[in-house]
C-alpha cells in the first residue's frame, strides 16, 4: 500500500459524479467496475468491503426472540412490530446477489440464537444448516462472511432468566458460540462474538434526554414482559439499564472468543463496539470522562482480540458541561443528527490506539431520506479512513450499514440507512444510487489488485 496517498477531494467529487449516473434501477443491475480512477487509492490485498445485515433486522417473524415479546406487549417503547422484515430468512440468496451485484467482496450477517436454541440446551441441526447454507451462497459468490453470533437479539427464555443480568449468561452464550462454531466456523472469514455491548452506556451521553415518560414505559414493558414470560425479571442487551448488565457481556465476550477460538484457533474473533468521534472543546473538557466510562473496559478486553470492530455514526463534542448539541451551522439530516463524515477517521484512530488492534469498521452509514447526500457520505468517509491507513493504522476492512432499509429496533421501518429500498409488501429489494457509489470504490480498488 502506498502510504503517503489519500483520496484528494477532486477524485471524491470525481466519485461522486461518475457512480450517480445511471443509477440502479433493479437489483439486478450490474456494478460496472471501471468508471472510477482513484490513483494511488489501493487498499491491501484482501480489504473487504462490504455492506451488513443483522437477523432480527431482516429475517422476519423471529418468533422466539426476546425482542419480539417486547415488540407486541403494551405498553412498548417499539413504535411498530418487526413483523415480516424483509424476509431475508427465505430470501436471503437474493441478498447475496445484491451484495454481488454492488461490487462488493463481503457479507456481514448474523446467527439468530432464539432459531438455534429456542429452548435452553434444544440446539437445532436444521438451523445451523440454515446459516451453513448463506455461508456456501457467499462462498459461491466469492463474498468473505463476517458473521456475527449475537446481534443484540436473545431467545425468549435467556431474557425470562435475567438476560445479561443473570449471573450465568456467560456460560450460556459460551455454549451457544461453542456449538454454532462447530457447525459453521470453517466457512466464516471473520467472527464477531457481540454487537455494540456498550451501547446502553453510550446512550447515556446523548446531548438531549429521552423524552418524558420514556424510561417509565421502558421498565413498565420490561415488567409486563417478565409477567407474560412467567418470570420475575425480564431483560433484553439493547433496552435494559447497562450497569447490571456489563460484567456478564465483559465475560461473556472473553468466553465466546475461547469457545470459538477452541474449535478454530485461526478464525479471526473480536467484538463491534458503538463509537463516536468524541472531540473535547475547551479546558476541562468531559471527553475522557465519557470515553472511560463508555469504552474503556471494552478497549482493554478488546487487547486480546484479532481485532477491534468500529461502529460509527457521527462525532459528539463535549465541553466542561459534557455533552453539546451540533454547531448551528451544521447540515443535519432528517432525525437531526449531523451529516459528519469525518467522524469515521477519528472512530478509527481512537479505536486502534486504545487496543493496538487491528481495525474492521463493520458498520458506517447516514439514516438520511435524501440519497444523494448517502451518495455524497459514502466517499468523504473513505477518504477519511484512508488518511488513517496512510498514517499507520491497520483497517482491514469496511463494511456499510446497510444492505437494504431494514427494522431498525425501537425506531421501527422509518429510518433510511439501506444501499437498497425494500418493498413491505413484495420484498423486492431496488438498489439506490448510492449503493453505486460504493461499488465504484470498492471494484476499482478489487480490480486493481488482480
Request: charged residues 25%; hydrophobic residues 40%.
Amino acid at each position: 500500500m502506498d502510504t503517503k496517498s489519500t483520496l484528494s477531494r477532486r477524485e471524491v467529487l470525481q466519485a461522486i459524479s461518475v457512480a450517480a449516473l445511471g443509477g440502479f434501477a433493479s437489483a439486478t443491475a450490474p456494478a460496472r467496475a471501471t468508471t472510477l480512477a482513484l490513483p494511488g487509492a489501493r487498499f491491501p490485498d484482501r480489504f473487504m468491503w462490504g455492506a451488513a445485515t443483522a437477523g432480527h433486522q431482516v429475517e422476519g417473524n423471529n418468533t422466539n426472540a426476546d425482542l419480539w415479546l417486547l415488540e407486541h406487549v403494551k405498553p412498548s417503547i417499539f413504535v411498530e412490530p418487526s413483523g415480516d422484515a424483509c424476509n431475508s430468512f427465505e430470501l436471503w440468496r437474493t441478498d447475496l446477489d445484491l451484495v454481488k451485484s454492488i461490487g462488493l467482496n463481503a457479507y456481514r450477517f448474523s446467527l439468530e440464537w432464539s432459531r438455534i436454541e429456542p429452548e435452553p440446551g434444544a440446539l437445532s441441526i436444521a438451523m445451523l444448516d440454515h446459516y451453513r447454507r448463506i455461508l456456501d451462497g457467499c462462498r459461491e459468490r466469492q463474498l468473505l462472511p463476517l458473521v456475527t453470533f449475537n446481534h443484540f437479539t436473545a431467545p425468549r427464555w435467556f431474557a425470562a432468566q435475567g438476560g445479561w443480568e443473570n449471573k450465568a449468561a456467560p456460560d450460556l452464550f459460551a455454549r451457544f458460540c461453542e456449538f454454532a462454531a462447530r457447525g459453521l466456523a470453517d466457512g466464516i472469514s471473520v467472527a464477531t462474538t457481540l454487537n455494540e455491548p456498550n451501547l446502553t452506556r453510550l446512550l447515556k451521553w446523548l446531548p438531549l434526554p429521552f423524552p418524558p415518560g420514556y424510561d417509565a414505559a421502558r421498565r413498565e414493558m420490561l415488567a409486563v414482559a417478565a409477567r407474560a414470560a412467567g418470570s420475575t425479571r425480564f431483560s433484553a442487551a439493547n433496552v435494559s439499564d447497562p450497569e447490571p448488565m456489563m460484567p456478564q457481556l465483559l465475560e461473556g465476550h472473553r468466553r465466546a472468543r475461547a469457545a470459538i477460538k477452541s474449535v478454530r484457533g485461526d478464525l479471526p474473533v473480536g467484538v463491534s463496539l458503538a463509537i463516536v468521534d468524541d472531540q473535547a472543546v475547551g479546558a476541562n473538557s468531559r471527553r475522557d470522562q465519557k470515553r472511560a466510562e463508555v469504552y474503556g473496559e471494552w478497549m482493554e478486553v478488546a487487547k486480546a482480540d484479532d481485532f477491534i470492530g468500529v461502529q460509527n455514526y457521527g462525532r459528539q463534542r463535549l465541553d466542561a458541561s459534557g455533552p453539546m448539541l451540533p454547531p448551528a451551522d451544521a447540515e443535519l439530516t432528517h432525525n437531526h443528527e449531523e451529516f459528519y463524515p469525518a467522524s469515521l477517521e477519528g472512530a478509527i484512530r481512537y479505536a486502534h490506539e486504545a487496543t493496538g488492534r487491528p481495525v474492521i469498521v463493520t458498520e458506517n452509514g447516514i439514516d438520511t431520506l435524501d440519497d444523494s447526500r448517502r451518495a455524497a457520505y459514502i466517499p468523504l468517509a473513505i477518504e477519511g479512513m484512508k488518511r488513517a491507513m496512510a498514517s499507520g493504522v491497520p483497517v482491514r476492512g469496511y463494511i456499510h450499514w446497510s444492505l437494504m432499509d431494514n427494522f431498525e429496533w425501537v425506531f421501527g421501518y422509518s429510518p433510511r440507512l439501506g444501499l437498497s429500498e425494500v418493498d413491505s409488501k413484495t420484498f423486492r429489494r431496488t438498489l439506490k444510487p448510492s449503493a453505486r457509489v460504493l461499488g465504484a470504490l470498492a471494484t476499482h480498488d478489487l480490480l486493481a489488485g488482480r
